[in-house]
Structure formats: C-alpha cells, structure tokens
C-alpha cells in the first residue's frame, strides 16, 4: 500500500482537526498513504465529490451515509462510515436582539414568538436535511411546544455561511458547529444559547466517509486511514496541543479563522452559553466536544437512533427496517482491524447502547419499543425518542 494517494474533503468546523493535524503531523504519510485534504464550502460538495469519486474519502455528518442508502439528498453512491471524529461540538445560537428580548432558552424562545407578531415566524439555519443539528433543533424547539414544521422556517445553510447570513438579518437562530458560534459571539451579531450536548449528551457528529465503490477491495487501505486518523484524534484530546491545534486550523487552507478565536472555542467549558438553567444542569466532566477515541468507534446504533428521529418527524416511513439500514451505512471492520494495531479496546458488539439524558441509554430494545410507538400514533410523533 505505499504510495497509495487518497484525496479528503473536509468543511472548515474544528471537528475536522483530526483530519487536518493527521496530515500536518504526517500520521497519513507513516501509514504510507499520499494524502491531500481539499477544504469544501459546505455538506452538499462533500456529498457530490464522494459520489462521483472526485474525493477518496471526507469529513461527513452521522446522517450523510443514511440518506445515501434511502435515496435521500441527491446522493448518486452510497457511502459508509468506517469512524466517527469524536462526539459533540455543536451549539445554537440566537439574534442578539431576540436573546435581549427573553429568548435565553427554547421556552424563553417560544414565549416571545407568542407575545410578539414579528416574531411569529422566525428563519431557523441548519447545515444538512440528514444531520445532528437538525434533529437536536426539533427535539429542542419541540421541547418549547414550537413545532418545527409550522412553527419556524428551516433553511439550509453551509456552516461558514452562518454568521453572514445572521449579520444581514437572513436567519434568526441556527444550529452549527464551531468556530462559528463563537464567531458570531465575538462580531456581536449572536448569542449561543444551548449546547447540543445538553440536548443529548456525547452525541454522535462527524464520520469518516468513503463510498461503498471506493471500499470495495480496500480493507487493507481502510484499515491504515483509520489508524492514522485515530492518532489525530488523540492528539487533538491532549490539552497540551490545543495552542498548536489552533495555529494549524487557523491557516487558510483549513479553518481560515485567528488563532485565538480558535483557542477561545478549543477552550469552551461549563461556563458556555447563556441558559442558566443549562449551566447548572451540566456535570463536572462536562465538555462541548470531544475527539477521545472513547468516542470514535462506528457505533451502528447511532445510525439506528437518526433513523428513528426520521420516523418520529414523518421523514422515513414507520415500517422501514432501521436496523438493517444502520447496518450498510457503517462498516466496523476497518475499525477493528486499526484498533487492534494500537492496542485500543473496541465494543463487542456493532449496535451498541447509546447515552441519553438523565443516565438513560437506548439499545436495540428501546429502538424496537420507540418504533411500535410512533407507528401506533400512524407516523409522525410528539414524543420525544431522547
């Protein structure tokens, strides 16, 4: 495999440092492979890029192999998902003028939606229709009784768009990663309010995606990216490098943003946003992200959970075979082979239970008995799958 060339889209969010100090720190180039990383605006160039092979691999969300294996999206391939880049990241972010009205929080949020008529129907930016953010959005705004599909209007928009778009009055709360938030922090423009990971904690976020053409015969390849990416993870996780981290996303090839912005959002803790109600919830360990290979293993139940939420929200039909869906989306194996190499322990199982709020996990049983409810209520659901 020496010399193999892999080329990997990445969008400029900190969850691509494990990508970005892989490369920089050549953990591609001791595994042998001759890797370029090609930054892309947004999701929707990762998804035609990977389809049409222009790119080996990229930085993808949870749900892109998903709506790769529904037909969803305007995918042409279907992709896999041989890693997850760490757990977390994500925020949602208001109009300053809307959080110096009250909306502190989604009940905060709702409440001036009612009181106010300008307010009724506000423009809610996400970054993909198959995302994290866009499920935790409706679990959040459902959480306040605004109903995200008559309630507010979702619109797409790339993640380095963000900001702009809340500046020019364009949007008036979006869910996205960082260094945005913090961005729009800084410019005055907004005002992060909430994390994801308050919403459902050490979420799943990014993979590392290949299509199914590109892997067919590449187990061995596979095996090595992930092994090397991996390391980037590790790295990333020690504080000790988060100085070094940010100079190397702040370059323009990468984040394009100052190191000290960047430092600001590697250094985000209990303290981030403005929920009081939030802060006070949060426990000791608690962190906005994390690129802890605790967090990276493939996990097919996380597949399986997005799925439901598609159910829940009258996206995907209430008889669908979740599991046998979350099983093409995710190939462990190349996982498992890296893992053994660095001596890391992998769950025993494929579909592994995830945490959810309050200490509860969700397995295969609590999938099942999720479904058999949403399909008794004929599809789409109010009750909460968190």
Request: aromatic letters at 6%; one cysteine or more.
């Given at each position: 495999?020496?010399?193999?060339?892999?080329?990997?889209?990445?969008?400029?969010?900190?969850?691509?440092?494990?990508?970005?100090?892989?490369?920089?720190?050549?953990?591609?180039?001791?595994?042998?492979?001759?890797?370029?990383l090609?930054?892309?605006?947004?999701?929707?160039n990762?998804?035609?890029?990977?389809?049409?092979?222009?790119?080996?691999?990229?930085?993808?969300?949870?749900?892109?192999?998903?709506?790769s294996?529904?037909?969803?999206?305007?995918f042409?391939?279907?992709?896999?998902?041989?890693?997850?880049?760490?757990?977390?990241?994500n925020a949602?972010?208001?109009?300053?003028?809307?959080?110096?009205?009250?909306?502190?929080?989604?009940?905060?949020?709702?409440s001036?939606?009612?009181?106010?008529?300008r307010?009724?129907?506000?423009?809610?930016?996400?970054?993909?229709?198959?995302?994290?953010?866009?499920?935790?959005?409706r679990?959040?705004?459902?959480?306040?009784?605004?109903?995200?599909?008559?309630?507010?209007?979702m619109?797409?928009?790339?993640?380095?768009?963000?900001?702009?778009?809340?500046?020019?009055g364009?949007?008036?709360?979006?869910?996205?990663?960082?260094?945005?938030n913090?961005l729009?922090?800084r410019?005055?423009h907004?005002?992060?309010?909430?994390?994801?990971?308050?919403?459902?904690?050490?979420?799943?976020?990014?993979?590392?995606?290949?299509?199914?053409?590109?892997a067919?015969?590449?187990?061995?390849?596979?095996?090595?990216l992930?092994?090397?990416?991996?390391?980037?993870?590790?790295?990333?996780?020690?504080?000790?490098?988060?100085?070094?981290?940010?100079?190397?996303?702040?370059?323009?090839?990468?984040?394009?943003?100052?190191?000290?912005?960047?430092?600001?959002?590697?250094?985000?803790?209990s303290?981030?946003?403005?929920?009081?109600?939030?802060?006070?919830?949060?426990?000791?360990n608690?962190?906005?992200?994390?690129?802890?290979?605790?967090?990276?293993?493939p996990?097919?139940?996380?597949?399986a959970?997005?799925?439901?939420?598609?159910?829940?929200?009258?996206?995907?039909q209430?008889?669908?075979?979740?599991?046998?869906?979350?099983?093409?989306?995710?190939?462990?194996?190349?996982?498992?082979?890296?893992?053994?190499t660095?001596?890391?322990?992998?769950?025993?199982?494929?579909?592994?239970?995830?945490?959810?709020?309050?200490?509860r996990?969700?397995?295969?049983?609590?999938?099942?008995?999720?479904?058999?409810?949403?399909?008794?209520?004929?599809?789409?659901s109010?009750?909460?799958?968190?």
């Amino acid at each position: 495999m020496q010399g193999s060339q892999l080329k990997i889209g990445f969008v400029p969010l900190i969850d691509a440092a494990p990508l970005i100090a892989a490369f920089q720190l050549g953990y591609f180039r001791e595994e042998g492979l001759n890797v370029s990383l090609h930054r892309q605006i947004g999701w929707a160039n990762i998804r035609d890029k990977l389809s049409f092979g222009q790119l080996d691999a990229g930085h993808a969300l949870l749900g892109m192999p998903i709506a790769s294996h529904l037909g969803r999206d305007s995918f042409n391939e279907p992709l896999i998902g041989i890693l997850e880049l760490g757990a977390g990241g994500n925020a949602i972010t208001v109009r300053k003028e809307l959080h110096d009205q009250g909306a502190t929080s989604a009940a905060g949020l709702a409440s001036l939606m009612k009181s106010q008529p300008r307010f009724s129907r506000l423009i809610v930016g996400h970054v993909f229709s198959s995302s994290m953010h866009h499920y935790l959005l409706r679990e959040w705004l459902a959480s306040a009784g605004i109903n995200p599909d008559w309630d507010v209007k979702m619109c797409i928009i790339p993640p380095p768009q963000m900001v702009d778009h809340m500046r020019g009055g364009y949007v008036d709360l979006f869910c996205v990663g960082e260094p945005w938030n913090t961005l729009a922090t800084r410019q005055g423009h907004g005002v992060p309010i909430v994390a994801t990971t308050d919403i459902l904690p050490r979420h799943p976020e990014k993979v590392l995606a290949v299509s199914r053409r590109f892997a067919k015969g590449k187990s061995e390849l596979l095996a090595m990216l992930v092994r090397a990416t991996l390391r980037g993870c590790q790295w990333c996780e020690n504080g000790e490098n988060r100085q070094r981290l940010a100079e190397m996303l702040s370059r323009p090839e990468y984040v394009s943003q100052p190191q000290d912005l960047l430092e600001q959002s590697l250094s985000i803790d209990s303290t981030f946003g403005s929920s009081k109600q939030q802060k006070n919830a949060r426990p000791r360990n608690w962190s906005l992200r994390s690129f802890s290979v605790q967090e990276t293993f493939p996990n097919k139940m996380h597949a399986a959970w997005m799925l439901a939420q598609m159910v829940r929200w009258g996206h995907l039909q209430a008889g669908a075979d979740i599991a046998g869906i979350a099983e093409r989306c995710i190939d462990t194996q190349p996982y498992r082979e890296a893992a053994a190499t660095l001596g890391l322990e992998c769950p025993a199982e494929d579909f592994q239970p995830m945490t959810l709020r309050h200490g509860r996990s969700f397995g295969l049983d609590d999938l099942n008995a999720t479904l058999r409810g949403v399909e008794s209520l004929s599809g789409r659901s109010a009750v909460s799958v968190l």
